[in-house]
């Protein structure tokens, strides 16, 4: 079992890539955390198991931290760049520039592509509701025109077109879902990226 500073030292290793104000203030945030347990009865490794795993901490801190903050803070240069250093910034440029802006482009278009789905699933659920809603008007209309078995052979197509129309709705639920923690994986996986080490076993 880790005792504290074994815990905090992982976790100022996950969170290198932020804000060294940030990254010190969560660090004294956990430290308190460990310290009231303690004060509580709690033994040290005790305390920090009860908190939970450097990584699931450190996954929690990036996935609410602001993904600009630890973007701003990766490109701030750490010295002043030097004139030689400037011009094969300047001169890459044509070069990077474009990689960079594709690769945005390629994970944009999958993450729309995938909201298509969904849109297209939202469209095939409104038109099977539509088909009920005609299915029960041609029932009733049948009914009164005394076309008995064509009527209840509507309201039966209807039952089979509302109980479609269901489970296209909850698979558009899951769709939703599953897209959205897609996004949040792919803003999860950048943030990492930029970090460094979030991902340090």
Not at 43 to 57: K, M, R
Not at 84 to 99: D, H, T
Not at 182 to 201: E, N, P, R
């Amino acid at each position: 079992m880790m005792d504290k500073f074994d815990f905090l030292e992982e976790l100022g290793n996950r969170l290198v890539g932020l804000p060294k104000e940030d990254r010190d203030r969560f660090i004294e945030y956990y430290s308190e955390m460990i310290d009231d347990r303690v004060e509580e009865g709690m033994t040290e490794q005790e305390a920090v198991a009860d908190i939970g795993t450097p990584a699931t901490v450190a996954k929690e801190i990036l996935s609410s931290f602001p993904l600009t903050k630890i973007v701003k803070e990766k490109v701030k240069p750490k010295r002043r760049l030097s004139a030689v250093e400037i011009i094969l910034i300047v001169l890459g440029a044509p070069v990077w520039v474009p990689v960079l802006v594709s690769l945005f482009a390629v994970f944009l278009s999958v993450y729309l592509v995938l909201w298509s789905v969904v849109l297209t699933f939202i469209c095939v659920d409104i038109a099977f509701f539509a088909v009920v809603i005609a299915l029960l008007a041609a029932f009733t209309g049948l009914l009164i025109t005394a076309h008995v078995p064509e009527a209840f052979a509507c309201l039966g197509a209807g039952f089979i077109m509302a109980g479609l129309s269901l489970l296209t709705m909850l698979f558009v639920k899951l769709l939703i879902k599953g897209v959205v923690w897609i996004g949040k994986q792919i803003i999860l996986g950048i943030k990492y990226f930029f970090v460094g080490k979030g991902d340090k076993k």
